[in-house]
Each structure stands twice: as structure tokens, then as C-alpha cells.
């Protein structure tokens, strides 16, 4: 299995945890990270992480999340057809930060885009037959696709 997460997702960790949905998705987010340790997953990183990754202005969590992006093993880099890809994807309401992810998912073939992004969940699915990858939340990911609920 092949995913794309979403840079919410690498942040979750780090974000309050006194409240409960942060913290099951915090937990769900390190047992990926562990079934990509042990090869069972593909976790795919790229370009796009990595630059909104270091506009964080807190530098412990860039920096720690740098290091959980080292648990990835594709990297998707910039190129021409991304970019153009990406602003395809915009023009169905999706933003431009959000379009690039979703594109570099896409371009890696991944299976899954996942995220904590409500919002960008349901425009995915309403986008559905647009969009080249299917976009999940965190939550419906773990519990359809891992445990096969």
C-alpha cells in the first residue's frame, strides 16, 4: 500500500493533546510510521512537504518533523507537469498548497492521500472522478483500509 500524508498528519504529534481527537490521530499517525518501519506500508514524501515543512516558525517541530519524514521511502521532486497538474486541481476549489499535495500523491501513484483536513476530504470525494487518488481522512483510512472495518 502506497500513501501520500499530509503535512497535518506529521504534525498531529505536536499539536494539543488534550483533545481527543488529536490525540487518536496522533496515535494512528505513529502506528503508520511503524508499519512503514517495517516495510509493510510505503509512505511517499516530496517536495511540497518539505517546503511547507520549513516555513514552520516553531524550529523543535520543523525539525522533528524533518526527522519523521525520513521514515518515507519515495521522494516526489518539482517538476513542470506537477506544477500544471496542481493548478488543475485548484480550479476545483481546492487550495493551491493543498492542489501541489494532492498532484505529487497522484504523480507517485500513491493509493491513498491522507489527512486531517476536513474540508479537503469532502472536496476530495465530491472531486472524486477529477482527482487521480483517493483522499481520506486520518480516521477513515485507519479504520476501512488498516483494520478493514
Known sequence: MRIYLDLCIYNRPF???HQPRIVIETM??????SKAIDKEIT???SFVLEDENSK???IDRKDKIYDLLEVTSEYVSYSEELENRAKEIE???IMAMDALHIACAEMAKADFFVTCDDL???KGKTNKKNIN?????L???ITREVFKV
Open 91 to 93: 480550479k476545483f476549489g
Open 56 to 58: 514552520t516558525p516553531f
Open 139 to 141: 480516521m477513515e483510512f
Open 133 to 137: 487518488v483517493r483522499i481520506m481522512s
Open 15 to 17: 499539536d494539543d493533546q
Open 28 to 33: 494512528e499517525f505513529l502506528f503508520l510510521l
Open 120 to 122: 479537503l476530504v469532502r
Open 43 to 45: 509512505i511517499i514524501n
